[in-house]
């Protein structure tokens, strides 16, 4: 199946820096991806839809200027995290599509931030 | 409000029995429904997928079962195997939508 990379895989930082988290698709061209955040023992919830060459679409209640999306290329999407809280800890997760259909994604590893 | 329910957050199973995983869901506008496995720090893992147009869909030890009227789905593994442990999300989209994702099961085989 298709491949999906996150890195860095584990992050720890103090409060108030910036956090660059990077989602690479491997071995195909991935028009869309998505960036999820799940927190411990809760669901995955989407944060934001970005295409390739165009701004990101964020789910209700994510700030845009907080978490900043870079969809440069079609095998590259960066997220960062723009001056980081402790509440911001979590599982940062993201996945890729081909089609750009929603329902054919393929998840990338995971990020874990640790925000002290 | 979850649109998408996995009431049981954890499950234990002997190996080599069936382990059936539950999910309810609200949205009746929901017309695709996938499982999802996942490792401890790792990335969900597509396991199976049902359309609303079919009530069964089978792939090897893996069947998911769809009750529209239920509005309710489970998959079932077997045999379970100790390689099952995991925690299995449920997840539904509705057409052109994102997908909502439950809180997960978490699924532990039993020697």
């Known amino acids: 199946g298709a491949v999906v990379s996150q890195h860095p895989s584990r992050v720890i930082c103090k409060s108030g820096t910036s956090v660059k988290i990077e989602c690479r698709s491997l071995?195909?061209?991935?028009?869309?991806m998505f960036w999820y955040r799940q927190f411990p023992k809760q669901s995955l919830m989407l944060m934001a839809t970005s295409n390739e060459g165009s701004k990101a679409t964020y789910e209700q209640g994510v700030e845009k200027d907080k978490f900043l999306i870079n969809h440069a290329s079609l095998t590259l999407s960066t997220l960062t995290v723009t001056s980081a809280h402790p509440e911001d800890s979590s599982f940062y997760i993201c996945?890729?599509?081909?089609?750009?259909?929603?329902?054919?994604?393929?998840f990338g590893p995971g990020t874990r931030l640790t925000v002290l | 409000d979850q649109q998408v329910k996995q009431n049981s957050p954890s499950l234990s199973v002997q190996e080599g029995r069936i382990s059936i995983l539950n999910c309810d869901y609200t949205n009746s506008m929901f017309d695709y429904f996938l499982w999802y496995k996942k490792y401890p720090a790792e990335g969900p893992t597509f396991l199976i997928s049902i359309s609303s147009i079919k009530d069964k869909n089978e792939d090897g030890r893996f069947t998911v079962f769809l009750n529209k009227s239920a509005k309710h789905l489970s998959l079932h593994i077997v045999p379970s195997q100790p390689g099952d442990s995991a925690v299995y999300f449920c997840a539904a989209s509705a057409v052109d939508d994102k997908i909502i994702f439950g809180k997960g099961t978490r699924l532990h085989i039993l020697p």
């Open positions: 071995d195909f061209q991935a028009t869309t």
């Open positions: 996945s890729a599509s081909v089609s750009g259909v929603v329902n054919e994604q393929f």
